[in-house]
């Protein structure tokens, strides 16, 4: 009895951790229309704060705990909230999801890169408030930390309530979630609303850190993973209800207390069941929307390029070293992990945060067959392929009817579940498998040439797919769901397709990855890794083949960079950071820079004839280029 | 053709092919449309016609399926059709143009129609045909001089016109057209009455929803209209031009209409 009353209090206190966060996250999501995927990592960096100030050298003796909680609380993270609205989320609140996920994305990634540069790894023991004193409560000790946590939650609660119901900012942020331009129209000041929110959210998100710190402990990724569990109870309110939010979260608390063996892959079973029941989203019209995009090369284009890179690669493998090889090879096993992206993304429009999942399926089924004498190794590869391909279709079932956010969040729960659950019993904690290369290209010259080789294959696949019919229903299916039903077109299938194909490009990648690697384990496949991956397609351009290049190439040289000039660390994450916020302007990302020097390049040398010439940008073909990221031609 | 009775009491002398009967659509506290009941038959034009807010487009999503009602019975060629998909609607020979355009704006002009040729006809259908027919379409509707422009790059008025051979590519036996003329001049809207009859004089059921009092008056044979999401009056266009009660809704509005 008293064994069910320790863990229904320790659930009521996770739960009541787990309900600051989310209504933070709701907070925002409404009034600035972003979801803030760095929710979490907002909150792990601010617990790293507070334990600087309390118990960190900063402040020789310390402060006093209530001292740093209020300084973290009240001043660092709203005014880290306001900053960060007014740097990277001011522009995205009318651009699609995909692009301010991928933003949030960057603020993520750069945040943990941040923590892990100013706070290298070392234990940094977090006392609970007040000591380890407590009440008695029916044979339970419960702390007054513990008592303290729920304290503040209902604290929260209360406090949301009175603001959003009783006084005049919180009814205008309501306005805002329901309609930004009236609200506007009627003098209401929605990017003040939108930054107060932020500020908010923030500090939500600090306190919520902090109060969760004691019992998950100073980490990088636990912390920052809080952003799953707060959207888990968060989607329960549909990421408006606040009561529900706080009803959700309650009882994701007290489930992860229950069942604490499954404990990491609650959240993701919880959401997954929610999802499940979510009404059909409607299909909203209204607007033609276009991505400006960069052009298709024809077939020939294509094989010449194709050809090209190859013998590069051959070229580069007879004349570097070894290791410089490798990390060639490398770089075109993320830009093969990237081409998933451009189907699924740069094609389709809809986002997944844990491609790198699906590369980690793909590897496993190589590592496990190519054991086997029956299994010879190009077979083996495209087995991963097609075991990767269906899970992604499993992931996609639930969340077809969905909109893209839910699904992109979705994936993010099934890495999560996969890292903590599934790889971990595949592997045994700590243990490694070696995976097998085809034998004809087992040096690591040869291996390179055929890493190149499948990415050409399949860039060239991808292209070919995007000029036929296939490619253009997934554009217009991107464009406008509405008018493609209202066509006549099952778009379940054709998306059930999209995301096991992407998924399947994925795991093929994985079993060359894995080759590459000799032997891989369930370190390689963190769902955190699926998200430099993600930013770095974005970046690098997501709708072309090249962009992916670029991006994979990026990737693998990134880590090089910091291991080797150490001074650049902080340096690569801003790079980074910068370059997620200009996909608000141009989502063709660095490719279609690439592309457009390209074209300057070439009008430089065949000149245009002297005298009055015609303005080239109104020119039909190079108006596309220019357009926006969604031109509106409203009535 | 399956006669329906109510219809033969208000006078119809065909079988309607769609028959809406006592919609109900809520948002929140507002009702859109209330008990709304109207229809639409095969070779005819037939007008809906109301101020801004009257449930219009509201109408259009509900038949086409992209909202389903909470109250009342969509009925296709004598089938109940309430709760079936979009996609499904679409197959049976119903197709919409929207009132705030969707074209596919990545796409080029063409390719919009290829691809509605394309769910048309399935994978089966040589890419040479489909690529003859999305250009007939285009020619058709007149805007073939658009065709390698991206549709995001074209007027509002080409754009509407897009729609319209996008639509014709599913070989509809049930045409909505949410306001096809705004953004057209007066020479085109002209053009664009001439397309609508010689589309209804191929058999096609067109419902028409306009501002454009004088078009629709030209074009249709019937006129529904809507006030509040009630059906007002309905009737020949010379019978609603008369009618006290639709003046005294529709000109409280805007003076400016002829009426």
Redesign the interface.
């Known amino acids: 009895m008293s064994a069910l009353l320790g863990y229904t209090v320790l659930g009521l206190v996770m739960g009541a951790g787990y309900a600051v966060a989310a209504s933070g996250l709701v907070l925002t999501y409404t009034t600035s229309r972003v979801f803030n995927v760095a929710h979490g990592a907002i909150g792990m960096v601010m617990a790293f704060c507070y334990w600087e100030l309390s118990a960190g050298g900063l402040v020789p003796g310390g402060l006093p705990a209530w001292a740093a909680v209020l300084l973290v609380v009240g001043v660092i993270a709203p005014a880290f909230g306001l900053a960060v609205e007014r740097i990277m989320m001011r522009r995205l609140t009318e651009s699609p999801a995909g692009v301010s996920l991928v933003v949030t994305v960057g603020l993520l990634v750069a945040l943990i890169g941040l923590a892990q540069t100013l706070w290298p790894p070392t234990a940094r023991p977090v006392e609970p408030f007040f000591g380890a004193g407590g009440v008695r409560l029916g044979g339970v000790l419960v702390t007054y930390h513990d008592l303290l946590t729920i304290g503040v939650s209902l604290a929260v609660a209360a406090g949301l309530y009175l603001l959003l119901g009783r006084t005049r900012t919180g009814i205008a942020m309501r306005a805002v979630a329901v309609d930004r331009d009236l609200l506007a129209l009627h003098g209401g000041r929605p990017r003040l609303l939108s930054s107060l929110s932020w500020a908010v959210g923030a500090a939500l998100a600090a306190l919520a850190g902090i109060l969760l710190t004691p019992i998950v402990q100073l980490d990088y990724y636990e912390l920052t993973l809080l952003v799953v569990a707060a959207y888990a109870a968060a989607v329960l309110g549909r990421l408006r209800s606040l009561p529900l939010t706080f009803a959700g979260a309650v009882v994701l608390g007290l489930l992860q207390s229950y069942a604490a063996g499954l404990r990491a892959a609650i959240p993701t079973l919880f959401l997954f069941a929610v999802l499940v029941f979510l009404p059909q989203v409607?299909?909203r019209?209204?607007?033609?929307?276009?991505?400006?995009?960069v052009p298709v090369p024809g077939p020939r284009r294509v094989a010449a390029a194709g050809l090209a890179l190859v013998a590069a690669v051959g070229l580069a493998s007879l004349l570097l070293p070894t290791v410089q090889v490798s990390r060639l090879a490398l770089g075109l096993v993320y830009a093969t992990v990237m081409l998933s992206l451009v189907l699924l993304t740069g094609y389709g429009g809809h986002v997944s945060l844990a491609q790198f999942t699906f590369v980690g399926v793909g590897a496993v089924t190589v590592a496990k067959l190519g054991g086997s004498p029956g299994w010879p190794s190009p077979l083996a590869l495209l087995a991963g392929a097609a075991v990767a391909a269906a899970v992604g279709a499993l992931v996609a079932l639930p969340v077809l009817r969905l909109t893209g956010l839910y699904l992109a969040l979705a994936t993010l729960a099934f890495g999560q579940l996969m890292d903590k659950v599934v790889f971990q019993t595949a592997f045994g904690l700590g243990e490694s498998l070696p995976v097998p290369r085809p034998r004809e290209f087992a040096g690591e010259g040869a291996y390179a040439v055929f890493v190149a080789a499948v990415f050409v294959v399949m860039a060239a696949g991808l292209l070919a797919l995007r000029r036929g019919?296939i490619g253009?229903?997934l554009?217009?299916m991107?464009?406008?769901p509405?008018?493609?039903?209202?066509?006549?077109?099952?778009?379940r299938g054709l998306r059930i397709g999209l995301f096991a194909a992407s998924a399947g490009m994925a795991g093929l990648a994985g079993g060359l990855f894995g080759g590459l690697r000799g032997t891989i384990g369930a370190a390689d496949f963190q769902v955190f890794k699926s998200l430099p991956l993600l930013l770095l397609a974005v970046v690098g351009g997501v709708t072309s083949v090249t962009g992916a290049l670029l991006g994979g190439l990026v990737l693998m040289l990134l880590p090089i960079l910091q291991s080797e000039v150490p001074a650049l660390g902080g340096l690569v994450f801003l790079l980074v950071g910068i370059g997620a916020v200009s996909l608000g302007r141009d989502p063709g990302g660095a490719a279609s820079h690439l592309f457009r020097a390209g074209r300057w390049a070439r009008s430089l040398v065949v000149r245009p004839p002297a005298g009055p010439v015609e303005d080239s940008t109104d020119a039909?073909?190079s108006?596309?280029e220019t357009?926006g990221m969604?031109?509106r031609?409203?009535? | 053709m399956r006669r329906i009775r109510g219809w033969r009491r208000r006078g119809c002398r065909f079988a309607p092919l769609l028959e809406v009967d006592g919609i109900v659509v809520r948002f929140g506290g507002v009702t859109a449309l209330d008990r709304a009941s109207l229809g639409a038959e095969p070779g005819q034009v037939t007008g809906v016609i109301g101020p801004n807010g009257a449930g219009k487009t509201t109408l259009f999503d509900v038949v086409?399926?992209?909202?389903e009602p909470y109250r009342g019975r969509v009925r296709y060629g004598g089938a109940d059709i309430t709760r079936l998909?979009?996609?499904?609607?679409?197959?049976a020979g119903?197709?919409?143009t929207?009132?705030?355009?969707?074209?596919?704006?990545?796409?080029s002009v063409w390719?919009?129609v290829?691809?509605?040729v394309?769910?048309?006809q399935g994978?089966a259908a040589s890419?040479r045909a489909v690529g003859g027919a999305a250009w007939d379409l285009l020619d058709r509707v007149g805007i073939a001089a658009f065709a390698?422009?991206?549709?995001?790059?074209v007027p509002?008025g080409i754009?509407r016109l897009l729609?319209l051979a996008?639509?014709l590519?599913?070989e509809p036996r049930l045409l909505l057209l949410d306001?096809p003329s705004?953004?057209l001049d007066d020479e085109e809207t002209e053009a664009l009455g001439g397309l609508l009859r010689e589309l209804a004089a191929e058999g096609r059921a067109i419902l028409l929803i306009e501002h454009d009092i004088e078009l629709v008056m030209g074009v249709c044979d019937h006129v529904h209209v809507l006030d509040f999401g009630r059906v007002l009056a309905s009737g020949g266009p010379e019978q609603i031009r008369d009618d006290r009660r639709v003046q005294e809704a529709y000109l409280g509005y805007s003076q400016e209409v002829p009426g």
Not at chain 1, 285 to 293: D, H, K, P, Q, V
Not at chain 1, 482 to 491: D, E, I, S, V, Y
Not at chain 2, 98 to 107: H, I, K, P, T, V
């Open positions: 409607r299909l019209s209204g607007g033609i929307r276009g991505i400006a995009a019919r253009r229903m554009v217009a991107r464009d406008s509405a008018a493609c039903a209202t066509l006549g077109l099952n778009q039909p073909d108006r596309v357009e969604s031109l031609a409203t009535p | 086409s399926g992209l909202r998909g979009p996609h499904r609607r679409a197959r119903i197709a919409r929207f009132q705030r355009l969707e074209a596919f704006g990545s796409l390719d919009n290829r691809v509605a394309e769910i048309r994978w890419s390698g422009h991206r549709a995001d790059a509002t754009a729609e996008r639509t590519a599913i306001e705004s953004g």
